[in-house]
């Protein structure tokens, strides 16, 4: 049937359809739009606490354990004295250790951006490989995937020999403390030169095994009790390595925070001192593992720096920095058991990092964090 001239004139012409087309696209884009601001001023953000609800399996316990750093420690200080500090923490049966020192693999980057990274700064922090690497030929990437694949292949009751070389390829990729951890399993017969250590190395590791530190004296010995193969180096100093035209200015206007804040931090610094002169290491760690404790230093320090009035707010670029550390760190911690849902992990950092590690891990999904005062009673 053909149409009529009226109902043929009411048709739209092809360029007005087209014009109510992109009208209609233009409405439902603005509709859409108005929805999902309506949808954000009722929902800010997504809330991912609860999405391993209903998970699969336990969930990885990890216990951050804060810590003194054993290398400042009075002259007084016996190592026999943290006996009663490892027989709690072994007890919470760690499957994977952490440990605040840089892995061979960061320091390689490194060494490797001169135009980015100071070498003055991070020798502090980097191993010397160099030893390591002309005893057994290895240059750090290649003793990183030797040590990789060797633990791979690991036998259940390896020989002397396969715990010698292992430890001279972690040293030359430059992990000391992983080195030290197969030096003592060894009895103190099989700790000589051999399979890669030469005499210096050896004399190395033997010195290294009475280093003042928590690597040697905490770390160490546990993943030898736990029998564990090696711990996991998790620091990160790339991530407060901050780019600043004054250098002066910047570390006067940090100790300037933290002298605002001396006064409120003071019966705290007194406690903490009256501990460190006695012999109770135990009685130390419950003590500066303390949230009260940590709130006071933590609100000395960076909360300090967030209030100070320094140019270019420079004491906040420091709380910049030291976040991304954090950060860089705990994702170090998380691969550390990326592949082994479920695990028992203990990681080991200084007391001011626990309170960033404690809610950052604690917001991985299947991680919870074990109450650290809870094993140390």
Sequence with gaps: ?????????????????????????????????????????????????????????????????????????????????????????????????????????????????????????FKPYCADTAAARAATGLEVPAAIAEAHDTLKRWPAQPSA???????????????????????????????????????????????????????????????????????????????????????????????????SAKDAGKSVRERDDALRQGQDMLALYRYINRPDVLSVVTDGDIGAAMRSSSPQRLAQVYVAGWETRNLRMIGNIRASFRERPGARVLSIVGSQHKPWFDSLLGQMQGVEIVDVQQVLK
């Design 161 to 259: 020999a396969q715990r010698r070389r292992l430890a001279a390829v972690f040293l030359a990729a430059g992990d000391t403390t992983s080195a030290l951890v197969q030096w003592l399993y060894l009895p103190a017969a099989e700790r000589r030169a051999g399979d890669g250590l030469d005499q210096a190395l050896a004399a190395r590791l033997e010195k290294a095994r009475n280093h003042p530190g928590e690597d040697a004296l905490i770390a160490a010995p546990l993943a030898v009790r736990a029998g564990l193969q090696r711990v996991y180096p998790v620091d990160d100093h790339t991530g407060d390595s901050v780019d600043v035209a004054d250098a002066q200015a910047y570390g006067q206007a940090i100790m300037a925070a933290w002298a």
């Design 1 to 121: 049937m053909a149409l009529s001239p009226h109902a043929h004139a009411a048709l739209p012409s092809p360029d007005s359809f087209y014009a109510v087309r992109r009208m209609s696209k233009q409405w439902a884009v603005w509709g859409l739009g108005w929805a999902l601001a309506a949808g954000t001023a009722q929902a800010q953000q997504v809330d991912l606490s609860a999405l391993d609800k209903g998970m699969h399996g336990p969930p990885a316990q990890v216990l951050v354990l804060g810590t003194v750093h054993l290398s400042n420690m009075p002259k007084t200080f016996d190592p026999k004295s943290l006996a009663p500090l490892l027989d709690r923490v072994a007890a919470f049966a760690p499957e994977i250790i952490t440990v605040e020192s840089i892995s061979g693999e960061s320091c390689d980057l490194v060494a490797r951006h001169p135009a980015i990274y100071s070498a003055d700064d």
